[in-house]
């Protein structure tokens, strides 16, 4: 059983548009992560959700909204996306609790291209 | 103070060599040093994990070896093998604030 799934796997879009990426867990896990990771491989997070409550929102764009229906989902929306978005977006998870004991679990990404 | 630095940024070792990965780090708030691997179109995996109150913590042929007063941290692999070809990538966070602080990743090649 896949413990993060992401869906999809590639997308390939072009600027301007508005898309969405899914992402579940079946860990029972409390947060939930996205990450971006760039060209040069560099992971930066961007969101983190605890319990359906937004707990990080680094400095990204407002284009950039992640929607969590429940505790085993967190969506990302983007609008308007631009070449710059054009990356690998990782979802991740793990339990709430000591960070000793509750290693990120990662999904296997999202390709994302804007042409 | 944030920061995480990781070297080399690309490595090239010889099947049953020991690869040697660094990071340093400058706040001495962090008490968790994890290093994660990804392979090629999958998302990272905790690999080995260590914690300030040792210097060393071994996993099979994966060693962390921690310098406190130093402020580093290395992953060692142990005779290196084709399949340890990855990414890896050290990070660090403090338990009251989870927020891991990634280094920028080393892509590790092991030649057979």
């Known amino acids: 059983d896949t413990a993060v799934s992401q869906t999809p796997k590639y997308l390939v879009t072009q600027m301007g548009n508005d898309k969405s990426i899914k992402c579940e867990q079946n860990l029972g896990h409390d947060t939930m992560y996205w990450y971006k990771q760039d060209s040069k491989k560099f992971l930066k997070i961007m969101f983190s959700?605890?319990?359906?409550?937004?707990?990080i929102n680094e400095t990204v764009p407002n284009r950039f909204s992640p929607k969590s229906p429940d505790k085993a989902h967190l969506n990302l929306h983007i609008n308007s996306l631009e070449l710059g978005d054009s990356a690998v977006y990782f979802c991740?998870?793990?339990?709430?609790?000591?960070?000793?004991?509750?290693?990120?679990?990662f999904g296997n990404g999202t390709r994302l291209t804007v042409t | 103070q944030q920061q995480v630095k990781q070297s080399p940024q690309s490595l090239i070792v010889q099947k049953g060599g020991i690869s040697i990965i660094n990071c340093a780090y400058e706040n001495t708030a962090f008490d968790y040093f994890p290093w994660y691997q990804q392979f090629p179109g999958k998302g990272p995996a905790l690999l080995i994990a260590?914690?300030?109150d040792v210097s060393e913590k071994k996993e099979g042929r994966f060693t962390i070896s921690f310098n406190k007063s130093a402020k580093q941290f290395s992953l060692h692999i142990m005779d290196s093998q084709p399949g340890d070809s990855a990414t890896y990538f050290c990070a660090a966070s403090m338990d009251s604030n989870y927020q891991l602080i990634w280094g920028a990743g080393t892509k590790l090649i092991i030649k057979p």
């Open positions: 991740a998870s793990s339990q709430e609790g000591t960070v000793y004991n509750s290693p990120l679990h």
């Open positions: 959700y605890n319990n359906k409550e937004l707990i």
């Open positions: 260590i914690r300030p």
